[in-house]
């Protein structure tokens, strides 16, 4: 294992360009929407379409999921993934 810095990672990864900016040292990530994923059946096959909202319903996770209840109540097509090992627990 390396003992270099995160500093020295940092260089190494970008080439240092992009963190001699003092606003890029700083920045946070912010959302500017959030992607529904629906479904749209068509002749050809299944179609995956998006349903952007703003940022704000991202804010909390109750307000997220209100979003996406009113959208399948609304009759949304919604595309829920669903892996394999699924045992019917949620975030």
């Not at 995160?6 to 912010?30: H, I, P, Q, R, Y």
Request: charged residues 25%; contains cysteine.
């Amino acid at each position: 294992m390396s003992n270099k810095t995160m500093d020295e990672l940092k260089d190494e990864m970008t080439g240092g360009e992009m963190f001699d900016n003092e606003v890029l040292k700083t920045a946070t990530l912010s959302a500017l929407g959030i992607a529904i994923p629906i479904n749209l059946n068509h002749p050809n096959g299944r179609l995956r379409c998006y349903i952007t909202l703003p940022a704000e319903f991202a804010s909390k996770k109750e307000v997220l999921f209100a979003a996406i209840k009113t959208l399948a109540e609304k009759g949304y097509p919604l595309d829920f993934y669903k892996s394999k090992e699924a045992d019917g627990k949620s975030f």
